[in-house]
């Protein structure tokens, strides 16, 4: 299926760091998905975003649905080694059941 | 709650040999159903979907195939497997009329 735009695809941080990543897609969304995926499992449901403005917390991440519905961004505040993993946006196809997916931020954290 | 189940969790398989993976969702009615495959742990490539019981969508042309034999079990199958076919094989899921995917565990294929 289609890609996001997802930045940056990697990134290596020192552990206590802040972290900031987005997703940006050329049609409006309704829902933003933010999930987290450890090294062979499955991705995990971090955040989910239904309302354009909309500010959502889980513990140390909070995303935010863009006010143009047309982007997504994820902070994670004070990093811990744990955080490692891959970050992936995802947002539904407007008419159908299917969802577009971003192509993933790597994110290291350095102890 | 919900809860998605896959099996097996990890599979060694010769090229030209049958597949079959399976996938149970538990504590929910009528889910939609989706086969996504992923490679080098990014780019989660859709195969198949199902909005209910014998109802297939196919997105990529392959020798994969998918059925729906009951409204919480979805089955990924192949008659004779390709080395391409190797990768990871995830199941998932949303509440029909919902915006939200639940993941399961996935299954990791390599055919050798």
């Known amino acids: 299926g289609q890609q996001l735009n997802q930045s940056p695809q990697s990134m290596f941080i020192q552990e206590g760091e802040d972290v900031s990543m987005n997703c940006t897609s050329s049609s409006i969304f309704n829902t933003w998905l933010w999930y987290k995926q450890d090294p062979g499992e499955g991705p995990v449901l971090l955040i989910a975003?239904?309302?354009?403005?909309e500010l959502t917390s889980n513990g140390r991440l909070t995303a935010q649905f863009g006010i143009t519905r047309k982007d997504s961004f994820l902070n994670i505040s004070a990093s811990i080694p744990s955080d490692v993993g891959i970050y992936f946006c995802?947002?539904?196809?407007?008419?159908?059941?299917?969802?577009?997916f971003g192509t993933g931020t790597s994110l290291t954290v350095i102890p | 709650s919900q809860t998605i189940h896959q099996w097996p969790a990890t599979l060694v398989q010769p090229v030209g040999s049958p597949l079959s993976l399976e996938c149970t969702v538990e504590g929910t009615s009528n889910p939609n159903l989706y086969w996504y495959r992923q490679a080098a742990g990014r780019g989660l490539q859709l195969l198949f979907y199902?909005?209910?019981?014998?109802?297939i969508s196919s997105e990529v042309p392959q020798n994969l195939s998918a059925s729906r034999p009951q409204d919480r079990q979805f089955i990924l199958s192949s008659k004779k497997l390709l080395l391409s076919d190797s990768g990871f094989y995830l199941c998932?899921?949303?509440?029909?009329?919902?915006?939200?995917?639940?993941f399961g565990p996935g299954t990791r294929l390599t055919v050798l």
């Open positions: 199902s909005v209910g019981i014998g109802q």
């Open positions: 998932a899921w949303t509440v029909g009329g919902t915006d939200t995917q639940y």
């Open positions: 975003l239904y309302k354009a403005g």
């Open positions: 995802a947002g539904p196809i407007a008419t159908g059941n299917q969802f577009y």
